[in-house]
């Protein structure tokens, strides 16, 4: 042991890393990073629910002369080393175990719709032209081939670039599904939105063509130009938040698909805020909706930090490894000289921790001015999330302050009660090539600050390898492996799943504007899904050939396969209330079926089945049909060879979505609202394995002929509940498994609804009538007291849109969902109009009868845009002038209410239960406004 010592501080080193810090602790720290002989287990996985191996009876049928592998630029150590991040990110779906065997996704073409493209990345590999497998794309928003963002500034500027390497990516730093696969971009919107005035006025028009990537008629013209481009798989990590299988664009979306097409597509990241919490794309019901899934896992780099020593006998240097994660690749060899940041004015150098970011303030005249060149500072963050009050910034953008005094580089640590708060997007960087990140290991960052302090302290100093060594590292901001809590989920308000499978989508190494840094999101978990449908699908194509692999019967099968592949998602204990089953105790607790569909999917075990299995999923409705339902599962074996099958039921837990208090008023109360359905609070309901339905297996133990087929049936005894615990919206689910003699195993997922879809309270509150800032200007001051509102007629015309522009806009009615409504429409009434009166309603409506004077504006059940509680909308900026209009025969007409002093209106909203019939009064909610108009000259 070679051994250095100065006042106030010993280090003590060992050639075998073994350091000791002044306390006396020994600590193992790598130097030398992972071990590349380093043998890997394939049955070995990141969570229990992901395990998979392949099994050595059966035979690869690719062409083992093949030479993908050697075609690209791996990661250092990807297919050799077990702390390789890539091989614990991509081991948990099979896609690494098919990278591994060749499968590269070679010959096939993925669409990735999006916002922007920086095309000139170097991971795109076509600055040179050596590898460059992108295809000719275009800009639908611009009808332009400008593909690049809108603005470099807007936080979503790369996304872009992210989402579509995150499929196709393959260089020293990335590894996407398919690396040899084609990748054509298009540009179906702008990353950022329209901006409209505060009396709804265009203030900026950002789109020429004005493009609607959500309307069937712009989306279809990006469809076909991907169909002409060869695309067979198009993965959209966009779209509205709103949970309808039913609406006009998830309807075009399932045709697309039924004609050969698989499409893959992100839900929101609001799965805090609950369940329905779906994008328009994925919900429809054939477009593949991919949750983020959290491997636990985090990319980071392992550096060399060098410190010198020096005493009365001789200099002493000390290397060691540091692990430097949660910001950019530090590519490209460097040598920094480190130095712990301290303000000018600050003489104590023993301090071991020098001065906090946080505790700067601005402008603060002890900032040096200037650093010295090529140095990288540790700093110390006390309060991650600390921010200013004047400003509003958070502590961390004070990184780009030093960065502009002169650093080369920050590495930030902070003490171990505020680690949960280390955040990706903190701070925003914005010196390209500068390395930004953290270091977790506190008994690291003592060591360097011990050793800096130390007054023999020569140099120090971190090199940064031509490549670094990209490591698997605990998140120490995640509960571990399990679905990401921000994952959207379903189902659909009309019932329909929604979620199809998850994939690893939290903290993914992605390609940015100017380098590389981690991402989340199911933004990025759906390419990931794509990348890996494109290596089994290039496999089936050199198989099967072209014409057979892509015909429509083929990819249908492709999908069932994909979905049955999956495993549940164990939940974590950390984030829900699990309530057992007393019959069962001991029972695995899966995440909702309704928030993971099957499960993490597994693309070996996909790409190795042969078994043909319907339906794809069980969708068992709400409870109208009654509390019981029998239904088909079919096993298909198009070999030579029978296949021994044993199937078992695993009930998944029930969870209400409202608790358990009183709903007899038509409103619910603030205090009864939860987040998993109302977005207020911060916990959700239990997991309740009590809320189950009980399922009887016809077989539990079959043999499928070779080239035959068998069937069996499914009983299930749906959930009886109170009236009172319907109205809570009570979801239940579960899993039906099925293990063939080789283990392989496939699931189906189950869910269905307690209770009848209009058991719930469709209105969260009362309506409210707020009256705009114009509506003051124009001496209607007081109108919110006043029981009678006279209206003067305004000389414009007053448009069917909800959202036009129109200065003579008055009020703005708030609408607040609690649930999804199949139809809305707020109308003119007379005044004496009364909800529940005899014959007070029909549909269509027509004009004079039951009061109805006229429309306001309304969703239309032809145009299949039904409401949600997140995308409601909802009629803001409601035109209260005189005018309305009226559809007849869809047509519409405009029209102008009678200005006489007799005739007295109201508003009135009338809002359609899920699955309810249009022309029933009683299936609506319905609401009046407490003032009454008179419109006059």
Known sequence: MESASSRGAVLEYRSDSLLAVPSGTFVVLPCSGVDATASWNTTTNLAANATFALNNTRSDPLDTAQTGLAKLTWPLGYFEWDNSYWKAIHNATGIWELQKGRLLGEGVSVAIFDFGFYLDHDAYSCLDGSQCRLLSGWNFADNDDNLL??????FAASHGTEVSLAATGGNKFLVGPMPLGNMLPVKIGHNKAKKFGPDGERVTQLSETDF???DPKDLSKAIEFAQTAGC???????????????R?????LDEVADNGYLLFASPTNDGEKGVCTLTLQSSAQKVIAVGNYDSGYIPSFELVAK????????????????IYSFGNVPFGKKVLRLQAFRSEQSTDVTEPYGSDLCSLQDYDPDLPVRFPPRTILLVRVSLVRKRNRLTGEYCLDRVNDLLDRGASGVLLWTPEVDKQNVAREEPPIKHEGKPVGWLLDDIMVNLLLTALSARGSDSASVTFPLTPKIMALKNPTSDGPGLHSTSGSGPTWDLKFGIDIVTPGTEILLAEKGGYGPGSGTSVATPIAAGGAGQVLAANIRRDGKIKALSPDAISLFRSRMIHSARPVPARASQHHLVANPDHPSLIVYEPPWKTGTGVVNFTNMYFTTLELSPDSIELGDISAGLSRTLQLTFRNPTDKPESIRVRHHPGPGQYQITELDLSGPYIPTSLRIPTYFNEFDEEDDYDMNLAA?????????????????????????????????????????????????????????????????????????????????????????????????????????????????TSRLASLHVSLASGAEFMAIDYVLADWKPGKQGGWEY??????????????????IDRSPADPRFPGYFNKVALDGSAFHVEENIVKKIKLESTTENLYKVRLMVLRVGGNYSKESDYEAWTSSQTFRIVE
């Open 149 to 154: 963002p809108f603005s470099d500034q807007d």
């Open 212 to 214: 609607n990537s959500s």
């Open 232 to 246: 067979h798989i198009i993965s959209m990590s966009y779209g509205p938040p709103t949970s309808w299988s039913s």
């Open 248 to 252: 006009a664009c998830p309807v075009y």
């Open 307 to 322: 410190i010198r020593l020096e005493d009365a006998r001789s200099a002493q240097e000390l290397r060691f490894g540091i």
């Open 694 to 806: 009980k399922v009887v297996i016809s077989e539990s133990e079959i043999i499928v002929p070779e080239n035959g087929e068998k069937n069996i049936t499914l009983s299930f005894t749906l959930p009886d509940l109170a009236p009172a615990q319907r109205k809570r919206f009570p979801l239940y689910g579960g899993f039906i498994f099925a293990v063939n003699q080789d283990d392989d195993e496939f699931t189906w997922a189950y869910f269905g609804l307690a209770a009848l879809s209009g058991d719930t309270p469709l209105l969260m509150r009362e309506p409210q009538l707020r009256w705009m800032k114009v509506a003051e200007e124009r001496g209607f001051q007081d109108v919110p007291k006043r029981d009678v509102v006279d209206i003067n007629k305004s000389p414009e015309s007053t448009s069917t849109d909800s959202t036009a522009s129109n």
């Open 844 to 861: 269509p409506q027509v004009l004079g009868k039951h009061g109805y004077c006229g429309s306001i504006a309304y969703m239309r059940h």
